[in-house]
DNA sequence: GCCAACGTTGGC
DNA sequence: GCCAACGTTGGC
């Protein structure tokens, strides 16, 4: 058995919130559209089933992480990607070639109180996760178990 | 709404 | 293969 391992997701809520996450059947998404290949190659070659998962929103009031997830389908297929009509059609994959892959993920928890990014930024045990480097857009990204563990901690804890 | 950072595209 | 132009992300 592989050691777990960790990430964060990025939405913007507008678009796709922890709220339509958890409102879904199962609580269960597809997380398609991801359009950048680095991210890609993360969730084709990292990603597996039951690996925990932050779920940030960007572009939001406040940004924020605002609660837990984990992988329970592992890289396949984008079918958006050669979808004609769908947001992130791209002409270069088709259903032969696909050029892009998602995970699928199911919501677990809504922390008891949102973590900021103001608050990631000034936590001395947050300095090194990639959210905070300037110009760092990757919309999945792998955090550490320790960089997990603080958030789901401070998330919990109504008081902190 | 602005714009810095960065990825992608396409002419050469 | 270089790199300028362009588009997007996402914090401010």
């Given amino acids: 058995m592989a050691e ?13 919130s922890f709220t339509d996450l958890l409102n879904e059947e199962d609580q269960t998404a597809e997380w398609d559209g991801v359009r950048n290949y680095q991210a890609r190659n993360m969730m084709r070659d990292d990603m597996k089933i039951g690996d925990g998962v932050l779920f940030y929103h960007s572009n939001a009031k406040p940004m924020a992480v605002v ?26 994959s088709n259903p032969d070639s696909p050029t892009w892959m998602m995970v699928d993920i199911k919501g677990d928890e809504r922390f008891a109180r949102e973590i900021t990014l103001p608050e990631i930024k000034v936590n001395p045990n947050l300095q090194n996760m990639l959210l905070i480097r300037r ?8 955090i550490t178990k320790d960089e997990w563990d603080e958030i789901v901690s401070l998330g919990n804890d109504v008081d902190s």
């Fill in 4 to 16: 777990r391992k960790y990430w964060l997701f990025k939405s913007e809520p507008s678009t796709y």
């Fill in 67 to 92: 609660g837990t997830a984990h992988i329970v389908k592992e890289a396949y297929a984008d079918h958006t990607s050669w979808d004609p009509k769908a947001k992130y059609y791209d002409p270069k």
């Fill in 135 to 142: 110009g760092m857009r990757l919309s999945v990204q792998p």
